[in-house]
Every structure is written in structure tokens, then in C-alpha cells.
């Protein structure tokens, strides 16, 4: 995988992003919460920080995790909530080790289907239904993890043309566009009415 992303606005995290399959599922991970740039840069700074050029889930899974949790803290810290974080990456990266040798491309390497990649993904510690979706709608568009029906699966994050997730970021402007769009989701759920209360028990619906 060696594929240019333009997720973290910046070069050095982005070059991490489309050459290591581990570093965009944490990057993925990270994206709640803070800025998307934000969140898509923190492997690059992990890998650094560890000394390497890359994330390894052997070496993380194994990492202290008080030890892990500082060096996610430390300023610049990687997340707003870095130590919540740091036990949400070493969870991530003890189950890819567990369960698919530490390699992060084997949860896609062999899926038949995106509805079988997309289960997949939901077992991950920290990933949602949500999450699982927009990272599979992000394999597919800019990463070339193509199963047989992942747009399918991605749901309204796999549709074409769409300016919804991190998977339709391509640079300064679709990230403009994708934080439009949220924003807007966000406003139009605030503004939605909200339920009329219930009657309480033992009181009587008053007649017409």
C-alpha cells in the first residue's frame, strides 16, 4: 500500500497514512472528537515519538500503558483525551495481534464481501457501526479494498460524489466540503422538535 492521502493537511502524516495500513485504522480510530486533521495526523506523531517509522501493534499492544498513555499526552498532545485514547489504541492493536497476527491489512486481505469486511470492522475495540462504515467507504474510494458490494455496505458513505466522511477527503476544498456538510448535520438534528412527553401512569387522557 503506498498511496497519496491528504487526510492530515500535512505531508510527512499523510505519506504515513497511505503507505500503512495499521496508521489509517488508528488514524480512524482517533477521528472523534477533535478535528479531523487532528485526529488522522496522530500516528505519524506515535510513530515518531516511538522512534520508528511506522506503527507497530506488537510493539504497541506491548507498550506500558501508563508509559503509552504519556507519550500521547505529551504536548502536542495526539487527541483532546489523550489517555482515553492511548487504552483505545493498545486495544485496537492486542486485538490485531491476537486475531490477525499484528498485520492491520489482513482484516481486508481476504474479505469476500464488503458485508464481511464491514462485520469485521465493527468487532473492532472502538469502532462503531458508524466508524466501521466510513472506514470502509475510505478502503474503497481511496485506498482501492474493493469487495464485491462495499458501497453496499458503507452505506451512504460509499455513494460516489459525496462530500460526507473521511473517505471523500482529497484535499483542502472536499475537507472544506465534508466539514460543511457536518455541520450542517449537526444543526438541522438540533433544530429537529423534540417529542411531546408521555402522559404520566395514573392520569387520565382528558376527553374530547
Known amino acids: 500500500m503506498d498511496i497519496t492521502m491528504r487526510l492530515a493537511q500535512q505531508p510527512e502524516a499523510d505519506e504515513l497514512l497511505g503507505r500503512s495500513p495499521l496508521a489509517a485504522l488508528v488514524g480512524m480510530l482517533l477521528d472523534q472528537q477533535v478535528p479531523m486533521e487532528w485526529a488522522f495526523s496522530g500516528p505519524y506523531t506515535i510513530a515518531r515519538r516511538m522512534g520508528a517509522d511506522d506503527l507497530d501493534a506488537h510493539a504497541i499492544a506491548a507498550c506500558d500503558p501508563e508509559a503509552f498513555a504519556a507519550l500521547l499526552s505529551a504536548k ?58 466510513i472506514f470502509l467507504a475510505l478502503l474503497g474510494k481511496q485506498l482501492g479494498v474493493r469487495p464485491q458490494g462495499w458501497r453496499e455496505a458503507a452505506g ?37 422538535p423534540k417529542p411531546e412527553p408521555n402522559p404520566k401512569p395514573g392520569k387520565a387522557e382528558p376527553k374530547g
Open 76 to 133: 502536542p498532545a495526539v487527541h483532546r483525551y489523550p489517555g482515553a485514547m492511548a487504552k483505545r489504541v493498545q486495544q485496537l492493536c492486542a486485538y490485531l495481534v491476537e486475531h490477525y497476527g499484528g498485520d492491520a491489512a489482513a482484516l481486508w486481505a481476504d474479505a469476500g464481501t464488503g458485508a464481511e469486511l464491514l462485520e469485521r470492522l465493527r468487532d473492532l475495540p472502538g469502532f462503531g457501526d458508524q466508524k466501521a462504515r
Open 156 to 192: 451512504s458513505y460509499g455513494e460516489a460524489g459525496v462530500y460526507r466522511s473521511a473517505a471523500d477527503i482529497t484535499g483542502p476544498e472536499s475537507l472544506a466540503r465534508v466539514r460543511a456538510y457536518k455541520q450542517e448535520t449537526k444543526a438541522a438534528a438540533k433544530a429537529k
